[in-house]
């Protein structure tokens, strides 16, 4: 009797462990319903939803992935950021069928136009230009190398620091190896130099516009220069 009583036992365990197994199985099976695209801070003015889903539809069949498919998932997230204008992407499946695809874009800081026009974002990766976008970032005129890029992402950075700098600054050009703005407010000509003694130029800078600003005859000039130490040369 006790060995009947044991035998069954454990037949009725087994099936219970068989019968959520298989449970579990079909519940990682399961394909998925709906999709949800959600971006990082709102943000997505290089990408929509539509382009999104086509991207998703291009580099995986999405129905056939298992709720707890988490290579495959990873595989997808990769893809994703593969696209350039992709800063991240994370994808997570819930128990209901539902696939969340959270969508990060890069931010662009320079807008190159040369023989090759694209944005550069601060990792210095080359972002396409949009038809239904344009980033409000200086412009530079020019065919940097790929090092001279890393520079002008420096220098961006040192600009954007500064309100005035940021509001201000629209061109940029290199020339042998000097810097060239345009300014919004100004129609003259920054010849920058190198990006050495950076915060002295910006006071310089700031000390004769503000100079300009409260006088009622402007001078006659098209260039300033701020190379030279504790000097501001303008010239036609």
């Not at 040369?114 to 974002?121: H, I, L, N, T």
């Not at 620091?161 to 050009?173: A, C, G, P, T, Y």
């Not at 000390?207 to 001078?219: G, H, N, V």
């Given at each position: 009797?006790?060995l009947h009583k044991?035998?069954?036992f454990?037949v009725v365990s087994?099936?219970?462990?068989g ?7 079909r519940?990682d099976q399961?394909?998925i319903e ?5 971006f990082?801070?709102?943000?997505h003015?290089f990408l ?11 580099n995986?069949p999405?129905?056939h992935?298992g709720?707890k ?5 990873s595989?997808i997230e990769a893809e994703l ?5 992709i ?8 128990q209901?069928k539902?696939?969340i695809v ?13 023989e ?7 990792d ?8 239904n976008f344009?980033?409000h970032v200086p412009?530079?005129?020019?065919n940097?190398?790929?090092?001279k ?13 500064d309100?005035f ?5 629209i061109?940029?050009e290199n020339?042998?190896?000097?810097y ?6 100004y129609?003259?000509l ?9 915060d002295q ?10 100079y300009l600003d409260?006088?009622?005859e402007?001078?006659?000039f098209t260039?300033?220069n ?10 036609s």
């Amino acid at each position: 009797m006790k060995l009947h009583k044991y035998l069954g036992f454990f037949v009725v365990s087994f099936l219970l462990l068989g019968l959520i197994v298989v449970s579990q199985w079909r519940n990682d099976q399961r394909e998925i319903e709906r999709l949800e695209v959600i971006f990082a801070n709102d943000t997505h003015n290089f990408l929509n939803v539509e382009m999104v889903d086509k991207l998703l539809i291009q580099n995986e069949p999405l129905s056939h992935i298992g709720v707890k498919d988490t290579l495959a998932l990873s595989s997808i997230e990769a893809e994703l950021e593969a696209y350039d204008v992709i800063l991240n992407a994370e994808i997570f499946m819930s128990q209901s069928k539902l696939l969340i695809v959270r969508v990060e874009e890069r931010t662009p800081l320079l807008r190159i136009i040369g023989e090759e026009s694209f944005y550069v974002d601060l990792d210095a990766v080359k972002i396409p230009l949009s038809d239904n976008f344009s980033a409000h970032v200086p412009l530079f005129f020019g065919n940097p190398s790929d090092e001279k890029i890393k520079e002008l992402i420096v220098l961006i950075q040192k600009v954007n620091k500064d309100e005035f700098l940021k509001s201000q600054i629209i061109e940029i050009e290199n020339q042998k190896g000097k810097y060239f703005f345009k300014m919004r407010s100004y129609d003259f000509l920054v010849e920058w130099g190198n990006l050495n003694s950076f915060d002295q130029k910006v006071m310089k800078l700031k000390t004769f516009c503000k100079y300009l600003d409260s006088i009622e005859e402007q001078p006659n000039f098209t260039k300033i220069n701020l190379k030279y130490y504790q000097q501001v040369i303008a010239s036609s």
